[in-house]
């Protein structure tokens, strides 16, 4: 049986392999859902209806754009809201929601 620690050596040092990310992209889904409580995945579904307009806001700033630049980097709110001249009060509550639903790291 595969450890914790062992998946979490994979988020250090991910397979640079395209079709390897990919498998192991889908693999964790899977762990991911078979491991989700049902209430878990009801909080999951309630909150993905805020994803489109949020991803739509990140397009509008073109947040996305300026984050793929330095795609290793841990970004701040000030920084993103700096460069998409966006309010960091309004940037930061947007961006705890996207950092809930993907689980991302690359800002803090």
């Excluded at 209430?39 to 949020?54: A, D, G, K, N, V």
């Excluded at 630049?69 to 996207?98: H, I, N, S, Y």
């Amino acid at each position: 049986m595969i450890s914790a620690s062992d998946v979490r050596s994979l988020v250090k040092d991910p397979p640079q392999n395209e079709d390897d990310r990919r498998a192991l992209c889908e693999a964790a889904r899977e762990l991911y859902i078979s491991l989700e409580t049902p209430l878990r995945t009801m909080h999951r579904l309630f909150w993905s209806i805020e994803q489109l307009p949020l991803v739509q806001v990140g397009i509008d700033l073109q947040l996305y754009k300026h984050m793929a630049t330095e795609p290793g980097k841990k970004w701040t709110v000030e920084e993103l809201a700096g460069l998409v001249k966006a309010d960091q009060v309004f940037l930061c509550k947007r961006l705890r929601v996207v950092e809930r639903v993907y689980s991302t790291d690359k800002v803090y």
